[in-house]
């Protein structure tokens, strides 16, 4: 009898064991609501039944016990913020070399509590005819990604790997949501459609995904099975951060058991976390229960220490005559010595001891670390290719008197040690400081993310050439550091602003004059031409857009940012290259061939220009679906001749209505769809510069005019006397851009800009 009372007592004590167990297990749902679907958890604030979950964003629909997120397969929910789906994927089939593609299906994720993530996944595509593209937002602007690949036989393909040929995939910049996944083809499969017929695009899971030339062969895409998996990163709210979050009335974090946390750098929204010495799920009011430490293995307290768990942490206290924290980790538990005095003296001696050691430590510590300072500079500076830029300088004194080598503290010093006030602009590729040197000159200084250690000697070449570029538009670049992990490029301080913020702002606009904004045109042109025609290998800029062109106090352009530029070999007029630039002024023909040549320019030039007549963004998302592209709003409203009604409406005049029809003429030309009917930047540059130069002669021609009338007056009114080297006008401190017959040709080195630089 007494046996089996001890067995109903040990399988009662069992019972409540896994009670408590089965009721930590519920705990991550919201209590009385389905935690589990199929073999996927669902937490809070997830949910799969009405009251369950926190909004519509974080519905799982279980009716046929597979957990669905929207029309999407889920197979991971982490508490910590990552959701696991099953993604579709972007198909584009054609058949018999037609026109029309027999299968077409682009996908859409609108949900803005959840953004890609950067390192989980990579975007894929498949074929041999392909481009795989991702449109997305980003910072709450509109963001391009894109890929290509080729083939002309599965000759060419290699199975497992993804280089291009039949296959490519390009890395995910952070932050992105709000996305379209399109598969394409530039030229229909035509060439190809015997052996590939598809072109197949998708997000893939990192080390989830294996190329194979079997999925070449087939329509649709073979053996993908129509999803692929993919990870989201997902927040709470939308645009909120824990600081403003903690003050709304839907702020979701737990009681004081749990604290918010800001997700990665360039993710929206705000999570939930337990504190430390507590777990569960920081979204529910009491979901973060205290771990009893003491239960843990191994042991947190000495052997001879008593363990006591504390909300959220625990205390270990030493058995009677021993001494010590207690703790498995710390001093321990030690028997206590019953002689005092020799207590008193092993004390002062270690005291003493210890101090020696101290200051003989630090002396040694200080030391080691000024010398591995000097070595990692030293290290940094020999790689990032000081020494090839010392031995360049010393065999070319024109660039040693222009190219300066900066020191890492100096550049520390001029920005206040990278001071966020000194922050001027930031992007995908770096940010840009304002310093000021002991002379008290401004420069900025560029501080890129990162480093292509293959393409350390192309960038000392492009620093010797870009400080030899003296031209009066073109940002001019002093300098560089080389003694910290990413090279720094010290450039001259543009303190006017870019002409996006004054053609976009309603203050800045309003003062953006006619004179100004022909004068901003002729400048970037004759900048253009110049990297065109003017330098020993052509540089193609790869990138302009008003937000890349600087102003000075006199509004005279500065073209800058060559992060993306190429130069193109002195045999060659064009380059095979990934599609880089900004949507909206992106070449169509560069866009769909990966064929870069000079006239790619000509056609962001002229969605610059239209930009500046008609004070509209290049590319909108709030505009009608037909008209999201200023290039083809613009061609619509000069073939229409309804020019008037898009251009900004205090430039117009009577005085220079045709000098404004003979620009926009000059824009439909760059806008040709065609590069090779676009004129080059040099015919572009001197038409506008004989417009300016007519503009002048009118205004010179008015002040003439009025002044032989003046001559006539006794005496002539104080307000009306004019100086004819100064004509008083809106546009009356700068001079006329300088003609290429004052372009110098310099010998210039190869330019090779990319990974930030």
Sequence with gaps: M?????????????????????????????????????????????????????????????????????????????????????????????????????????????????????????????????????????????????????CQSLMNVVNGSCNFHGCCQIEIPTGLKNFTLEAGSNYNHTNVSKFNPCSSAFVAKKDEFKFSSDYLGKMPAPDINDTFPMVLDWVIGTYETCETARSKPDYVCGQNTSSCDNPPEGVDGYRCKCKEGYEGNPYLHDGCQDINECLQVPKPCHAKAKCTNTGGSFSCTCRKDYKGDGKMNGTGCSPKVSHFKNIIIALIAISIGL?????????????????????????????????????????????????????????????????????????????????????????????????????????????????????????????????????????????????????????????????????????????????????????????????????????????????TSRLVPLDQTQLTTLVKGTLGYLDPEYFHSSQLTEKSDVYSFGVVVAELLTGKKALSFDRPESDRSLAVIFSSAVKEDRLHQILEDHIVSDGNINEINKVAKLVMQCLCVRGEDRPNMKEVAMELEGLRSMD??????????????????????????????????????????MGYESMRNQDLKPLILNSGR
Aim: charged residues 15%.
């Design 2 to 150: 007494a046996a089996f009372r001890r067995m109903l007592l040990y399988v009662a004590c069992v019972v409540v064991m896994l009670s408590k167990m089965a009721a930590a297990a519920a705990s991550l749902a919201k209590p009385n609501c389905q935690n589990w679907c199929g073999n996927v958890e669902i937490p809070y604030p997830f949910g799969t039944t009405e009251n369950c979950y926190l909004n519509d964003n974080y519905f799982i629909n279980c009716s046929n016990s597979q957990p669905l997120w929207g029309n999407h397969v889920v197979t991971n929910i982490s508490i910590q913020g990552e959701l696991e789906i099953l993604m579709f994927i972007a198909i584009q089939c054609y058949q018999n070399s037609s026109a029309v593609p027999v299968v077409d299906h682009s996908f859409y994720l609108p949900y803005p509590t959840v953004t890609i993530s950067n390192t989980k996944n990579k975007l894929v595509g498949i074929g041999c005819d392909t481009y795989a593209s991702l449109s997305a937002y980003q910072n709450n602007e509109p963001y391009f990604l894109a890929c290509s690949s080729t």
């Design 355 to 563: 101090s020696a050691l101290f200051v003989v430590g630090s002396s040694v510590y200080c030391g080691l670390k000024r010398k591995r300072l000097f070595k990692l500079k030293e290290k940094f500076f020999e790689q990032n290719g000081g020494f090839l830029l010392q031995q360049k300088l010393s065999n070319d004194r024109t660039s040693m008197e222009v190219a300066k080598i900066f020191s890492a503290e100096e550049l520390e010093k001029a920005t206040n040690n990278y001071d966020e006030s000194r922050v001027l602009g930031q992007g995908s590729f770096g940010t840009v400081y304002r310093g000021i040197l002991p002379d008290n000159n401004q420069v900025a200084i560029k501080k890129s993310k990162l480093c292509d250690q293959s393409q350390i000697e192309q960038f000392i070449n492009e620093v010797i050439v870009l400080t030899q570029i003296n031209h009066r538009n073109v940002v001019k670049l002093l300098g560089c550091c080389l003694e910290t992990e990413v090279p720094l490029l010290v450039y001259e301080c543009i303190t006017n602003g870019t002409l996006s913020a004054h053609i976009h702002d309603k203050v800045l606009s309003s003062s953006l004059s006619w004179r100004k904004r022909l004068k901003i045109a002729a400048d970037t042109a004759g900048a253009l031409a110049y990297l065109h025609f003017s330098t020993s290998m052509p540089i193609i800029h790869r990138d302009v857009k008003p937000a890349n062109i600087l102003l000075d106090n006199n509004y005279t352009a500065k073209v800058s940012d060559f992060g």
């Design 696 to 737: 002048q002669k009118h205004q010179l021609g008015k002040v003439d005019l009025y002044t032989k009338e003046a001559e006539c007056l006794v005496t002539p009114p104080a307000q009306y006397s004019f100086s004819i080297n100064g004509v008083n006008n809106d546009d009356s401190s700068t001079s006329a851009t």
